[in-house]
T-cell receptor, first 114, second 112 residues
Framework: GDSVTQMEGPVTLSEEAFLTINCTYT??????LFWYVQYPGEGLQLLLK?????DKGSNKGFEATYRKETTSFHLEKGSVQVSDSAVYFCALSGGPNSGYALNFGKGTSLLVTP | NAGVTQTPKFQVLKTGQSMTLQCAQD?????MSWYRQDPGMGLRLIHYSVGAGITDQGEVPNGYNVSRSTTEDFPLRLLSAAPSQTSVYFC???????????FGEGSWLTVV
């Protein structure tokens, strides 16, 4: 079945460092791909998305490119801030057989220190 | 623009009690769903609805009931709470099934 694998954390970076969080997927067909972010004590917020191969999603300095050849959707940011500390989830869209559920990775916790 | 609104945000129940988690959206979304989030398990789909009057089971439906009498509301009912239902519950919606999903802020439920 469909699945998402993302790098395990926690990831600790200094402010202004470069961020990469790896995400790979297994899916039949061509799902849409998403990154969601969850700040402490809050719900999930959509960070960015890509709906087809070679699409690049971007938001708030984060970006990710839908790579069909490597089945990847890695999240990157050139210069992280303390306020980026959160848990990041990679997800792919499910079809009717799964109730259109999002299939999430287990999440990667990011801590950015001053 | 309220988006997806869940109430209550925090709740403590005793084993065997029943309760309803409320979810409302003001975006005229057809698709609504409930997830639970547990450590090490990620988010799992409980129930979903593709429109008013239509509901179906997700991955972990046991112990929960839903109804969708209006487009806006999608309440989740715990029939007889068990400690295994201690979790964070998220309501989510999208314009149509398969479109981008937007989440509420979550409801933290503890069953003692």
């Amino acid at each position: 079945g469909d699945s998402v694998t993302q790098m395990e954390g926690p990831v600790t970076l200094s402010e202004e460092a470069f961020l990469t969080i790896n995400c790979t997927y297994t899916a039949t067909g061509y799902p849409s791909l998403f990154w969601y972010v969850q700040y402490p004590g809050e719900g999930l917020q959509l960070l960015l998305k890509a709906t087809k191969a070679d699409d690049k999603g971007s938001n708030k300095g984060f970006e990710a490119t839908y790579r069909k050849e490597t089945t990847s959707f890695h999240l990157e940011k050139g210069s992280v801030q303390v306020s980026d500390s959160a848990v990041y989830f990679c997800a792919l869209s499910g079809g009717p057989n799964s109730g259109y559920a999002l299939n999430f990775g287990k999440g990667t916790s990011l801590l950015v220190t001053p | 623009n309220a988006g997806v609104t869940q109430t209550p945000k925090f709740q403590v129940l005793k084993t065997g009690q029943s309760m309803t988690l409320q979810c409302a959206q003001d975006m005229n979304h057809e698709y609504m769903s409930w997830y639970r989030q547990d450590p090490g398990m990620g988010l799992r789909l409980i129930h979903y609805s593709v429109g008013a009057g239509i509901t179906d089971q997700g991955e972990v439906p046991n112990g929960y009931n839903v109804s969708r009498s209006t487009t806006e509301d999608f309440p989740l009912r715990l029939l007889s709470a068990a400690p295994s239902q201690t979790s964070v519950y998220f309501c989510a919606s999208s314009y149509k099934a398969g479109n981008t999903i937007y989440f509420g802020e979550g409801s933290w439920l503890t069953v003692v």
